[in-house]
């Protein structure tokens, strides 16, 4: 049923629904400091950061529901707090956070305004587009989603064209590990299962004629498309802060990699053009987590209109209030937070898009349960006064790259299956 034009259109508005603060600020100095393994830091950085959000996107195509459903076979109640714990972080810490990064990057350097006015006038602009969210496709689509790309590509093309394909050493321990954490703080795998339902809705708002079948092949299509466009884009970014390694000290920011980066690549123009980059970025994420927390609510008090508004608006309040913190602020306290849910989200994703043979409930309820209990090391070593904890768990295969819930989640899948199979017969 969909033509081309749709599909692309779709894949736009995903891209640019993903695409916000972390995504941009956290490749170039990821680059800076994996110096000639930036390409096995970039691979590392793809799997958290476009890989499973793009299975987060196949996993929607799939159920085309909500966020609701994705642990459903674990249980209604477990699933009720699950999203709700999603929600609460996408609009206390990314939706603010898009805010702080405009202000930073886009509005400071160029004028004597206050964060205040920033973030309202942000949240204010992201409320209308939520508000008006039967348009959301075709104006991140068509118009938002080619600027932020063809700015991209420029600050990237000139920058690599640029410098000499000279590249230092990694800082380091285990790039391929550091390139998967850092995949982390751009919060996609989170943002693929709330972004997925709001375009699921508009989906069905603007095609409300369309098979199952025919969306989701749409929704598919659109996010292989989107995965290889982000995927591009980051390695594009991380090589062109590998490549700047000469140019920035050791304690250069991340905000200040970037806004070097676009004045090396465009001149004195270029701050201009990453301001209108960020903006938009930031932007578009700001969008799609005030729309689907809005979706969110409003399903739990039958879609009702008023509930939807009222929690666009709250969340708006919110991101106007915790934007007034600087980005690494928030970035440091999302940690936490990320470390405990980020590994059961991962779960859930992967567990929703293989086939059902492979995912009964009982795989659900085994595998998640014990992807809980094995990041509550991790969780307890992101925060710095219990880090000590971590060291009792050390016995935990890959638990010294925080990664120590893989291996038991991956052995409990396998064991699970094999338990299901032999009484069946």
């Given at each position: 049923?969909?033509?081309?034009?749709?599909?692309?259109?779709?894949?736009?508005?995903?891209?640019?629904?993903?695409?916000?603060?972390?995504?941009?600020?956290?490749?170039?100095?990821?680059?800076?400091?994996?110096?000639?393994?930036?390409?096995?830091?970039?691979?590392?950085?793809?799997?958290?950061?476009?890989?499973?959000?793009?299975?987060?996107?196949?996993?929607?195509?799939?159920?085309?529901?909500?966020?609701?459903?994705?642990?459903?076979?674990?249980?209604p109640t477990f699933s009720l707090i699950y999203a709700f714990f999603i929600y609460a972080i996408a609009i206390a810490l990314p939706s603010p956070r898009t805010a702080s990064v405009t202000h930073e990057m886009a509005i400071q350097p160029y004028w004597d305004i206050s964060s205040w006015f920033t973030s309202s006038v942000y949240f204010a602009l992201v409320l209308l587009f939520a508000l008006n969210r039967s348009k959301i496709l075709n104006i991140l689509g068509k118009i938002l989603t080619p600027a932020i790309i063809i700015i991209l590509l420029l600050i990237i093309g000139i920058t690599i064209f640029s410098f000499p394909f000279d590249l230092g050493t990694t800082s380091f321990a285990s790039p391929f590990t550091n390139g998967i954490l850092e995949g982390y703080?751009?919060?996609?795998?989170?943002?693929?299962?709330?972004?997925?339902?709001?375009?699921?809705?508009?989906?069905?708002?603007?095609?409300?004629?369309?098979?199952?079948?025919?969306k989701k092949t749409l929704i598919r299509n659109a996010a292989w498309f989107a995965g290889l466009a982000l995927f591009l884009i980051y390695m594009g970014?991380?090589?062109?802060?590998?490549?700047?390694?000469?140019?920035?000290?050791?304690?250069?920011?991340?905000?200040?990699?970037?806004?070097?980066?676009?004045?090396?690549?465009?001149?004195?123009?270029?701050?201009?053009?990453?301001?209108?980059?960020?903006?938009?970025?930031?932007f578009t994420t700001a969008v799609g987590i005030v729309t689907g927390t809005a979706d969110f609510v409003a399903s739990r008090f039958n879609n009702s209109k008023p509930v939807y508004t009222v929690t666009a608006i709250l969340g708006s309040v919110l991101g106007v209030l915790v934007g007034q913190f600087n980005v690494a602020y928030i970035i440091a306290v999302a940690i936490p937070s990320l470390m405990f849910i980020y590994p059961i989200t991962i779960i859930l994703i992967l567990l929703n898009v293989v086939p059902d043979k492979y995912a009964s409930s009982l795989v659900f309820r085994a595998v998640t349960i014990t992807t809980i209990l094995f990041s509550i090391p991790d969780f307890l070593g992101s925060i710095s006064a219990l880090a000590t904890a971590e060291d009792t768990f050390s016995w935990i295969p890959l638990q010294q790259y925080s990664l120590g819930w893989v291996l038991p989640a991956l052995i409990v899948f396998v064991l699970s299956n094999i338990y299901i199979n032999a009484t069946k017969k």
């Amino acid at each position: 049923m969909f033509k081309k034009k749709e599909t692309l259109v779709t894949a736009f508005a995903l891209f640019s629904l993903f695409f916000g603060a972390g995504n941009l600020i956290l490749p170039p100095l990821l680059g800076f400091n994996s110096g000639n393994q930036w390409l096995i830091v970039t691979i590392g950085f793809g799997l958290s950061a476009v890989a499973i959000p793009v299975f987060g996107i196949l996993a929607h195509a799939k159920l085309q529901g909500t966020l609701i459903d994705f642990g459903n076979k674990v249980s209604p109640t477990f699933s009720l707090i699950y999203a709700f714990f999603i929600y609460a972080i996408a609009i206390a810490l990314p939706s603010p956070r898009t805010a702080s990064v405009t202000h930073e990057m886009a509005i400071q350097p160029y004028w004597d305004i206050s964060s205040w006015f920033t973030s309202s006038v942000y949240f204010a602009l992201v409320l209308l587009f939520a508000l008006n969210r039967s348009k959301i496709l075709n104006i991140l689509g068509k118009i938002l989603t080619p600027a932020i790309i063809i700015i991209l590509l420029l600050i990237i093309g000139i920058t690599i064209f640029s410098f000499p394909f000279d590249l230092g050493t990694t800082s380091f321990a285990s790039p391929f590990t550091n390139g998967i954490l850092e995949g982390y703080q751009t919060f996609d795998a989170i943002g693929a299962v709330v972004v997925g339902g709001v375009i699921i809705i508009s989906i069905n708002l603007k095609y409300t004629h369309a098979s199952y079948e025919d969306k989701k092949t749409l929704i598919r299509n659109a996010a292989w498309f989107a995965g290889l466009a982000l995927f591009l884009i980051y390695m594009g970014l991380i090589l062109s802060g590998a490549l700047s390694h000469t140019v920035f000290s050791a304690e250069t920011t991340r905000t200040e990699i970037l806004s070097g980066l676009a004045k090396q690549s465009l001149g004195n123009i270029g701050n201009l053009f990453l301001s209108i980059l960020v903006g938009l970025a930031c932007f578009t994420t700001a969008v799609g987590i005030v729309t689907g927390t809005a979706d969110f609510v409003a399903s739990r008090f039958n879609n009702s209109k008023p509930v939807y508004t009222v929690t666009a608006i709250l969340g708006s309040v919110l991101g106007v209030l915790v934007g007034q913190f600087n980005v690494a602020y928030i970035i440091a306290v999302a940690i936490p937070s990320l470390m405990f849910i980020y590994p059961i989200t991962i779960i859930l994703i992967l567990l929703n898009v293989v086939p059902d043979k492979y995912a009964s409930s009982l795989v659900f309820r085994a595998v998640t349960i014990t992807t809980i209990l094995f990041s509550i090391p991790d969780f307890l070593g992101s925060i710095s006064a219990l880090a000590t904890a971590e060291d009792t768990f050390s016995w935990i295969p890959l638990q010294q790259y925080s990664l120590g819930w893989v291996l038991p989640a991956l052995i409990v899948f396998v064991l699970s299956n094999i338990y299901i199979n032999a009484t069946k017969k």
